[in-house]
């Protein structure tokens, strides 16, 4: 089964502070993986994409990491700040012939703090 | 500003009655999706569609949810009766698919749906 699972599941940080989200997934065929960002009552916006071929991909202070072999990708943000708390998603696509399918993890949770 | 727009934002509607959300996709846009997020469910894909026709609709309860696009700058998805079960955040996304190429969504703000 297609699943997309993201940790932890909650964060709160200090301002200031790096952080790490991880994103593990079993979708196949993979297509691409997107990062994107939540605020409270608010649609997603996307943050970084990543094909099968790139490694990493940066967005002003996100950085994004895809292991496609060990199925895992990663979403660091570096200096935090207030504005970052929010919702943060993993979702992967996968295309079989023209069908298209995206896999949503859960989401992480964060909050960055004084 | 190009933006999705979502109507109404809020809605609160007892058990049974239909429901309507509204979506206006991006001018020029030609994919738009349906989504449902809830806590526990998170993000759902219920439906999307290409140039105005239903692509995939196999996330939406085809019993009591239907999506229609009468135009290009309308996308509509209906529920009726509505339960509480319901109860959810529904999003709207358009894109623009050209070819094998398909750029991002860009969501609407969402309805907050609640059945009671």
């Known amino acids: 089964k297609n699943q997309v699972e993201q940790s932890p599941q909650s964060l709160i940080i200090l301002e200031g502070k790096n952080c790490t989200l991880q994103?593990?997934?079993?979708?196949?065929?993979?297509?691409?993986l997107r990062w994107y960002k939540q605020d409270t009552g608010r649609g997603p916006v996307s943050l970084t994409i990543m094909t099968f071929s790139e490694n990493t991909k940066s967005n002003g202070r996100y950085t994004a990491t895809l292991d496609a072999d060990t199925k895992q990708s990663s979403l660091h943000i570096t200096a935090s700040q207030l504005s970052d708390s929010a919702s943060y998603i993993c979702v992967v696509r996968s295309i079989t012939g023209t069908a298209s399918k995206l896999t949503f993890g859960t989401g992480t949770r964060l909050q960055v703090t004084l | 500003d190009a933006r999705v727009t979502q109507t109404p934002r809020h809605k609160v509607t007892e058990m049974g009655q239909e429901v309507t959300m509204r979506c206006q996709p991006i001018l020029g846009h030609n994919t738009v999706f349906w989504y449902r997020q809830t806590m526990m469910q998170g993000l759902e894909l219920l439906a999307y569609?290409?140039?105005?026709?239903?692509?995939?609709d196999s996330g939406m309860p085809k019993d009591r949810f239907s999506a229609e696009m009468p135009d290009a700058t309308l996308a509509t998805l209906k529920i009726q009766p509505s339960e509480p079960r319901d109860s959810a955040v529904y999003f709207c996304a358009s894109g623009l698919t050209t070819g094998t190429i398909r750029s991002e969504a860009f969501f609407g703000q969402g309805t907050r749906l609640t059945v009671v």
């Open positions: 569609f290409r140039n105005r026709a239903p692509l995939d």
């Open positions: 994103c593990n997934y079993t979708v196949s065929p993979f297509s691409n």
